[in-house]
């Protein structure tokens, strides 16, 4: 098993703290799948998942995670820290 990623960014935008763990630029292709979020739930509410993947493989991985701006930018990195665990760990 690879290593989890850190947390590259974390930037407020909207209603969201946008946790960022890889560069949106090494994929092929990003999406919010509906069962990373339901999974993502169970973390934190009302959060989603973005996952990307890259060009010529057909493995998806998170991308960044958005919490809820409510929970406190502390709060958020560790609720998408645990929810990248849950996903790939």
């Known amino acids: 098993m690879a290593a989890l990623p850190s947390v590259r960014a974390v930037t407020k935008s909207g209603d969201y703290y946008h946790v960022r763990f890889r560069d949106p630029d090494e994929f092929a ?3 919010t799948p509906a069962w990373a ?3 993502a739930a169970e973390v934190s509410t009302g959060s989603r998942v973005r996952m990307g993947r890259r060009a010529g493989g057909d493995e ?3 991308q960044s995670v958005l919490i809820d701006k409510r929970v406190g930018r502390p709060n958020a990195e560790t ?3 645990r929810i990248l665990e ?3 760990g």
Do not use: D, G, L
Request: no cysteine.
């Open 37 to 39: 979020t339901n999974a």
């Open 86 to 88: 849950m996903i790939e």
């Open 29 to 31: 292709e990003i999406r």
């Open 60 to 62: 998806w991985r998170v």
């Open 79 to 81: 609720q998408a820290k």
